[in-house]
């Protein structure tokens, strides 16, 4: 039993450094990419101080907007997930095959490009947000007591979990349909506005903050700012109790899918 | 070489059949695949509704930001939208592939085809289902100047700068394509460019002056969104309008140039 964890361990451990190295050779796309990444929040930040400048009555602080904006990049790089893709193609070209009859799962090397490429695009974004704080005015209004950046990176931790596991679900739908793409186009369309990642989950509308505060992508991206920031409607207990039980749910309906897809698996090509 | 000598006029109406046989060939491809050209027009829509939201909140806290009225902010995202539609349609699936082109040698056999090889490059593939995109625009632009009296000299400037505009999006955004002929892998630059287009669903009024300067003569969605909005709100700012004009021909003539430098570095993948 312990010899078989410590080989997996092995394996996830060589396959990582695999990914990192295969990224590395892409670092010059990587850098455009996470430059990409942090221009979306930049031109937010510009436009929202704008219409603060202009007088605009909104619930929160220019602190809060400017700490959210310069910040979510990182997070929202961090707790990000591609392997639906990924999978459901694997499972329609019949790639799956040669993971099937290897000594280690799919998901352990799917985690391990995850974790990889990550690295890489961590080395490249953290001096772009860097040079952001100290050359934009205002720069960073947190508290930053140790324990507040712990809390944030359990919340960023367990919003990577959820990602990812979500990703195994929505990928692990090619078992069963031709065509998953199209409905995973969709939901990549959808996270960024409800995850909080195009604008602060804050700045909804009361109206439907019934929605915005239930439903599972906030606590993808905006939920770990939310405990940075000390803003956490309802209390941070609460806060993450929701968060645990969205990871719970994805939890048991990736092990449920993912076995029930295998059984009728056909393996093409095979 | 006998092509190089004929006049300008038949040179002209020869690349303008062989566009429109391309523009048959992309509906019948659409028509021919549904499922893909009602996903793609879908993805169109869905990208629209999302973009609006973030707009559509910021018009909520504030009667009015910098001198631009809720309604007239709509219009500059419909006029966006326009614009990205037009790009997404006509340009867009061409000048991603130009990398390609070169990195895998499909270039030769472009190279040697007796039509202006920059001309193939830049508008081969047309898109035909992304067009839905622009259509959304429209309606966004004429809901949100619906009522405003527009002059016919504001509403022939506003077409004319939105032409302008377009124009230098897809020069400035070939000669980031043609990047693929110094480097070896860019592909990810697209991405970056359809990031930093973004900008273009707000008012050029909302940014610092020195990046407003910037949206309207070098990344130039201002000058397509903004600009069409301003003039007819507004009214026309000749100046503005003649130095969009001369912006726009300096910059497709630097990507003439460009390319011809690019093609000179070229050297075939497959010999």
Redesign the interface.
């Known amino acids: 039993m312990i010899a078989a964890a410590r080989r997996q361990i092995r394996v996830f451990g060589r396959v990582l450094a695999l990914n990192i190295g295969l990224t590395f050779v892409?670092r010059?796309?990587?850098l455009?990419?996470q430059?990409?990444?942090v221009?979306?929040p930049l031109?937010?930040l510009?436009?929202?101080q704008?219409?603060l400048a202009?007088?605009?009555?909104?619930g929160v602080s220019t602190g809060f907007l400017t700490t959210y904006f310069l910040l979510v990049a990182l997070v929202n790089m961090l707790t990000s997930s591609w392997t639906a893709w990924f999978l459901a193609e694997s499972i329609r070209n019949g790639d799956l095959n040669k993971w099937l009859i290897r000594p280690a799962s799919v998901h352990l090397d799917g985690f391990a490009n995850n974790l990889g490429e990550k690295t890489i695009k961590l080395l490249l974004l953290a001096p772009l947000v860097v040079i952001l704080v100290l050359v934009l005015p205002g720069g960073l209004t947190v508290s930053g007591t140790p324990v507040r950046w712990m809390m944030f990176a359990a919340a960023v931790l367990l919003a990577m979990a959820i990602t990812y596991i979500f990703d195994i679900v929505r990928g692990s739908l090619a078992f069963w349909f031709e065509?998953v793409q199209?409905f995973n186009?969709?939901i990549s369309?959808?996270t960024?506005?409800l995850s909080g990642a195009?604008?602060p989950l804050a700045?909804?509308?009361p109206e439907v903050a019934g929605i915005t505060l239930w439903q599972p992508f906030r606590f993808m991206v905006s939920f770990p700012m939310e405990v940075l920031l000390d803003q956490v409607p309802g209390g941070l207990g609460f806060g993450f109790a929701q968060q645990l039980g969205w990871l719970a749910v994805f939890g048991v309906a990736a092990v449920v899918v993912w076995r029930l897809g295998l059984r009728s698996f056909s393996a093409v090509g095979a | 070489m006998s092509r190089a000598r004929d006049g300008l006029l038949a040179q002209v109406g020869r690349h303008a059949r062989i566009w429109c046989a391309a523009l048959v060939q992309a509906l019948k491809r659409d028509a021919q695949f549904r499922a893909q050209a009602w996903t793609t027009a879908a993805v169109a829509l869905a990208e629209i509704a999302t973009g609006l939201i973030p707009v559509l909140l910021i018009i909520r806290t504030s009667t009015g930001i910098n001198g631009w009225t809720g309604r007239e902010i709509v219009a500059v995202t419909g006029m966006f939208q326009l614009a990205m539609g037009v790009v997404n349609t006509f340009v867009a699936p061409n000048l991603t592939r130009i990398d390609g082109y070169v990195r895998e040698g499909e270039l030769d056999t472009i190279l040697i085809r007796p039509v202006s090889a920059q001309w193939l490059t830049t508008f081969r593939w047309i898109q035909p289902a992304a067009f839905t995109g622009s259509l959304a625009g429209l309606v966004l632009v004429v809901v949100g100047l619906w009522g405003s009296s527009a002059s016919p000299a504001g509403v022939v400037a506003a077409v004319l700068v939105f032409g302008c505009g377009v124009a230098t999006i897809t020069a400035v955004w070939a000669n980031l394509a043609y990047l693929a002929f110094w480097f070896e892998a860019a592909s990810f630059i697209h991405t970056l460019v359809q990031e930093a287009l973004t900008a273009g669903r707000y008012p050029v009024a909302f940014f610092p002056s020195a990046i407003r300067a910037l949206l309207i003569f070098v990344v130039p969605i201002g000058a397509a969104a903004t600009l069409p909005v301003q003039f007819v709100g507004h009214g026309v700012d000749p100046a503005l309008l003649a130095g969009v004009v001369g912006s726009t021909l300096v910059i497709v003539l630097l990507t003439r140039l460009h390319w011809r430098i690019a093609l000179a570095r070229y050297s075939s993948a497959s010999s």
Not at chain 1, 54 to 58: H, P, S, T
């Open positions: 892409y010059g796309d990587f455009l990419l430059i990409a990444n221009l979306s031109i937010s510009v436009v929202w704008a219409a202009a007088g605009a009555e909104i065509d199209g186009t969709a369309i959808m960024p506005v195009v604008v700045l909804m509308p």
